[in-house]
């Protein structure tokens, strides 16, 4: 069982930046791939990046966000740069077994953090 706590969101102004953090707690970090996805009003669950041993991105994001973490800490990071009002949405850290971008496939959840870019 792995408990994920999501932190970091808010409102941010087109062009700003914000860093979202992800603390796990329970088994095992480092065995998991960590993922962000977010989900804006209206719309699927899409997929933003993930991390295990090496990274990857959505191509919407891909060259303004960074997804890392830190294992001595058991947290995961999604820095984002050049935001967009259309990067706005909850926020979702997700941890599983497999490297995809399907969020079933993604056994657990945090309960999501806002994020709001106005133009």
């Known amino acids: 069982q792995v408990q994920l706590t999501e932190s970091g969101g808010g409102l941010v102004q087109a062009g700003g930046s914000l860093r979202l953090s992800c603390a796990a707690s329970g088994r095992t970090f480092s065995s998991y791939v960590m993922a962000w996805f977010r989900q804006a009003p209206g719309k699927e669950r899409e997929f933003v990046a993930r991390i295990r041993l090496s990274t990857y991105y959505a191509d919407s994001v891909k060259g303004r966000f960074t997804i890392s973490r830190d294992g001595s800490k058991s947290t995961v990071y999604l820095q984002m740069d050049s935001l967009k009002p259309e990067d706005t949405a909850v926020y979702y850290c997700?941890?599983?077994?497999?490297?995809?971008?399907?969020?079933?496939?993604?056994?657990?959840w945090g309960q999501g953090t806002q994020v709001t870019v106005s133009s």
């Open positions: 997700a941890a599983g077994g497999t490297l995809t971008t399907t969020p079933i496939a993604y056994a657990y």
